[in-house]
């Protein structure tokens, strides 16, 4: 079979400055460039200290195929699903994706307090990727999987968590893109609403859709995913064996 | 469930263990040419605007989000945007009208600047919204891929929308003063056209600059403040020495000011200031563009 997501060569690197602050200002880059404008012309990069977050990552992945993505903080997970996502750019290497892309790194991406349930299902729905015809096809699907629906017209501030988060995922888990990315949206939310998600998830892989899925919840990976990627020091590899891997990552990151 | 376990524990080169049809229909439904190609970034690409014409819906809902939050949050809602231009016309009025003479061919003082001081109110408020716009919004650049290029475009529409309600106070100005409509008002659309592709150029760049420079938002209100001075807001340009109206013409906001009065009052357009105005606003815009462009990779790793 074709594969729907082909990554070749794919690394990431962040250049980290020593001697500046994480926030620049405009002052500090002025007075840097007239101060000392021989370093900043001729040798700027050897001043900076780069980290590679990941290094020549290559894999394919096939259509329906439900990836656990697992490792420990830091490994790069979360870079690699945000490059997918095309958040931020790789450095190197280059990625073909036969098929249209939506993420969920966040519950409730956009939401705004002051706008009601319904307001914000159109505003995060569209944010996630959906255009407005389909938000007013599946709109009542939304509603009833998020069971706010006597709140509806009331400003999301005044939702409980619990109530905000159903509604959140009510609307993630209505995108039909044919690959779709998750980070760890399920460590939010109660027992019950965990649940929920993962019968729904159960339910988006098996109509085929090309999950890519970073979890720290054993259940979650075991219970969903057919394949499982490890990523370690910048390294995304495959182990033979799906069972061992868990039980490794476990050791590895409890 | 049993499907699920069957998936779970087959080894995944045999696709034919796949259980749905679904499955098999999706896989030959897949295009033989990419949908998305990631690469890294490239200094030099231009804005690939059919991709900004596919996320239409995202720019009008953001429009539409920022609008029915200051609804929500503010009492006076939309009197706010009349009120503005509105205060500031009456305070010259008070302080300038009064003390001094200004030379305004023939149009009541506080008409004139009525005129100037909405331009000038939506032309700063675009400005200093977009400016902010990608700060203000970078818990969703950070989680999600949209052409970044609509935040700041869309904070300007949501000030060009303001604009066009506090334009019905002109109006009420120009019946009230008896103001004769010429053929000059023709110009009005292309002029407030031009005044817009200018604010969203400035915009733009500065966005950018904020993401990267935290105190480059300090200085844009202190900036525009300058600004409108060396602007014929409060005074006509024909105050300027001649001498000194070719430097004076540099300023892009003059052009589009004096022209937007002449237009209004019936007055002979200035072809020079005009010229030069669109030529600094292409400028502007071509170099906004491009900056935008070469940060727009990194603002998710920096915002």
């Not at chain 1, 009331?154 to 039909?176: I, Q």
């Not at chain 2, 996320?55 to 429009?63: A, I």
């Amino acid at each position: 079979m074709r594969p729907i997501v082909r990554v070749r060569n794919l690394s990431k690197r962040y250049e980290l400055r020593k001697s500046h602050s994480a926030n620049p200002t405009l002052r500090e880059a002025l007075v840097g460039a007239l101060s000392s404008p021989r370093a900043r012309l001729g040798n700027g990069r050897s001043s900076r200290d780069v980290l590679w977050v990941l290094r020549d990552v290559n894999f394919d992945v096939e259509p329906g195929e439900v990836i656990g993505i697992i490792g420990n903080n830091g490994a790069g997970k979360s870079t690699l699903l945000k490059i997918l996502a095309r958040i931020t750019r790789p450095s190197d290497g280059e990625i073909d994706i036969y098929g249209r892309v939506g993420s969920l790194l966040e519950i409730g991406t956009g939401f705004h307090p002051d706008l009601t349930g319904r307001e914000n299902i159109y505003l995060n729905a569209t944010i996630l990727g959906m255009k407005r015809r389909e938000i007013k096809g599946k709109f009542d699907e939304i509603v009833a999987f998020s069971e706010v629906e006597q709140f509806l017209e009331m400003p999301v501030k005044f939702y409980s968590t619990g109530m905000y988060l159903r509604l959140a995922f009510a609307v993630a888990a209505h995108l039909e893109p044919e690959v779709l990315l998750l980070d760890e949206v399920l460590a939010v939310g109660d027992l019950a609403f965990q649940q929920k998600c993962l019968a729904k998830m159960r339910e988006v892989s098996s109509e085929g859709r090309t999950v890519f899925f970073v979890s720290h919840s054993i259940a979650a990976i075991q219970g969903l995913c057919n394949r499982v990627f490890v990523v370690s020091a910048g390294q995304v590899s495959e182990p033979e064996n799906k069972e061992i891997a868990i039980a490794k990552y476990v050791q590895d990151g409890s | 469930m049993i499907n699920e376990n069957a998936r779970a524990s087959a080894p995944r080169t045999s696709g034919s263990l796949q259980p749905t049809s679904d499955l098999l229909h999706s896989a030959f439904l897949l295009p033989e040419e990419p949908v998305i190609r990631i690469r890294p970034s490239r200094p030099f690409r231009f804005i690939n605007l059919s991709e900004v014409w596919a996320y239409r819906d995202l720019f009008y809902f953001f429009v539409w989000r920022d609008l029915k939050v200051r609804y929500k949050q503010t009492v006076l809602g939309a009197l706010w945007v009349i009120l503005q231009p509105l205060l500031m016309t009456l305070i010259f009025v008070v302080f300038l009208g009064i003390v001094v003479h200004v030379p305004t061919e023939h149009v009541p003082y506080p008409l004139f600047l009525y005129a100037a001081l909405l331009t000038w109110t939506f032309f700063s408020n675009a400005i200093a919204s977009s400016s902010y716009s990608l700060v203000v919004n970078a818990p969703m650049i950070t989680k999600v891929y949209f052409p970044r290029v609509i935040v700041p475009v869309a904070a300007v529409a949501v000030r060009l929308s303001d604009f066009l309600i506090a334009s019905v106070i002109l109006l009420v100005l120009l019946v009230y003063y008896g103001v004769r409509p010429s053929w000059n008002l023709f110009m009005l659309p292309p002029l407030v056209v031009h005044l817009t592709i200018l604010a969203t150029g400035i915009g733009l760049w500065l966005s950018a600059l904020n993401v990267k420079y935290r105190d480059v938002g300090t200085v844009i209100p202190v900036l525009l403040q300058l600004w409108m001075f060396v602007s014929p807001i409060i005074y006509p340009a024909s105050l300027v020495p001649a001498r000194w109206r070719m430097i004076y013409n540099l300023n892009p906001l003059v052009g589009i000011i004096e022209n937007v009065r002449a237009s209004l009052f019936g007055l002979p357009f200035d072809r020079g200031s005009m010229i030069s105005s669109a030529v600094i606003t292409l400028l502007i815009l071509v170099y906004s563009a491009y900056v935008f462009h070469r940060m727009e990779d990194e603002f998710a790793d920096v915002v």
